[in-house]
């Protein structure tokens, strides 16, 4: 899952392995979520995203499961590729002292063994 | 489409020097923004922008000033370059302020 600090957390998966990445979030007033992939030496890449008035959403081999009551999101990729192996970000969005962004998570480093 | 492009990729300042990282999109996005990302963490807002002619500051403006005189362009300045600022920075537009499209980022060291 997300921390902050020097060291990312990583995740180890087999190579058709689902993988599941999680995301804690501190504002409950946020209302819109989104997963970046970004591998080494490059920019964020959009994967999904989702708004606070659902709790799934399913995109090709990527699904986002958002739980407001614990205020949780995760990314589940099914039959994980070496292709995916990045550093996975969580980022939402809310109104916070007048400023609507894009708040980011410190990122969790998805390994994918062959 | 180029999407967002920055330039440089890489730079070296000394301490006190002082250079403008180029960010231009061709989408005709109204929301642009600049990131920064220290190892190992997430990014950080520095500055962003709604539309040309106006600017606000994120989470961390200090040291940075930016400008949008046109649609396609947000140039970020640092007058006065710090070890503090050494990062890569990554420019991003949108067409909303919700997925956001980014460059392949600078990579800056002051030394």
């Known amino acids: 899952g997300e921390s902050v600090g020097l060291h990312l957390p990583t995740l180890s998966v087999q190579e058709g392995d689902n993988s599941i990445i999680n995301c804690a979030y501190s504002?409950?007033?946020?209302?819109?979520f989104i997963w970046y992939k970004q591998e080494s030496g490059k920019g964020p890449q959009f994967i999904i995203d989702?708004?606070?008035?659902?709790d799934k959403r399913q995109g090709q081999r990527v699904t986002v499961l958002l739980n407001k009551t614990v205020k949780h999101l995760s990314l589940q990729i099914a039959a994980t590729q070496p292709g995916d192996s990045a550093v996975y970000f969580c980022?939402?969005?809310?109104?916070?002292?007048?400023?609507?962004?894009?708040?980011f998570g410190s990122g969790t480093r998805l390994q994918v063994q062959p | 489409n180029a999407g967002v492009t920055q330039t440089p990729k890489f730079r070296i300042l000394k301490i006190g020097q002082s250079m403008t990282l180029q960010c231009a999109q061709d989408?005709?996005?109204?929301?642009m923004y600049w990131y920064r990302q220290d190892p190992g963490m997430g990014l950080k807002l520095i500055y962003y922008?709604?539309?040309?002619?106006?600017?606000d500051k994120g989470e961390v403006p200090n040291g940075y000033n930016v400008s949008r005189s046109t649609t396609e362009d947000f140039p970020l300045r640092l007058e006065l370059a710090a070890p503090s600022q050494t990062s890569v920075y990554f420019c991003?537009?949108?067409?909303?302020?919700?997925?956001?499209?980014f460059g392949s980022g600078t990579q800056l060291s002051v030394l």
């Open positions: 922008s709604v539309g040309a002619g106006i600017t």
């Open positions: 991003a537009s949108s067409y909303s302020d919700e997925k956001l499209f």
């Open positions: 504002n409950s007033a946020s209302d819109y």
């Open positions: 989702i708004r606070s008035n659902m």
């Open positions: 989408m005709n996005h109204n929301y």
């Open positions: 980022a939402e969005n809310s109104e916070d002292t007048g400023r609507r962004a894009l708040t």
